[in-house]
């Protein structure tokens, strides 16, 4: 079992930056990648960024350039930098954690709002 913890949301101007923290405890050692999911009003889950246990980094096109995903492995920390952010970047923003057994585990959201 692996348990996560997010934290950082809240409310920011567009243009403004948030970080974003995911806090991970239990069988950390069957965690193969980590990353962020985000669900806007009214719309469906969105992957956003990805990071594997090597350090390699992936990006939804739409927050590329904009979003930067890191990982700390000694603290067993997960960290998505916003920056640049956009009206339509508000939504809730989920951490996940894929295991070596093809189980995804889900942290219970961190709610960011974008709006002037």
């Known amino acids: 079992q692996v348990q996560l913890v997010e934290s950082g949301g809240g409310l920011v101007q567009p243009g403004g930056t948030l970080r974003l923290s995911c806090a991970a405890s239990?069988?950390?050692?069957?965690?193969?990648?980590m990353g962020w999911y985000r669900q806007g009003p009214g719309k469906q889950r969105e992957w956003v960024a990805a990071?594997?246990?090597?350090?390699?980094?992936n990006y939804a096109d739409s927050v590329k350039g904009r979003f930067t995903i890191s990982r700390d492995n000694v603290k067993n920390m997960v960290y998505l930098h916003l920056n640049t952010l956009k009206p339509e970047d508000t939504a809730v923003y989920y951490c996940?954690?894929?295991?070596?057994?093809?189980?995804?585990?889900w942290g219970q959201g961190t709610q960011v709002t974008v709006s002037s």
């Open positions: 996940y954690a894929h295991s070596i057994a093809a189980i995804d585990y």
């Open positions: 239990g069988s950390i050692f069957s965690i193969l990648a």
């Open positions: 990071v594997t246990s090597a350090g390699i980094t």
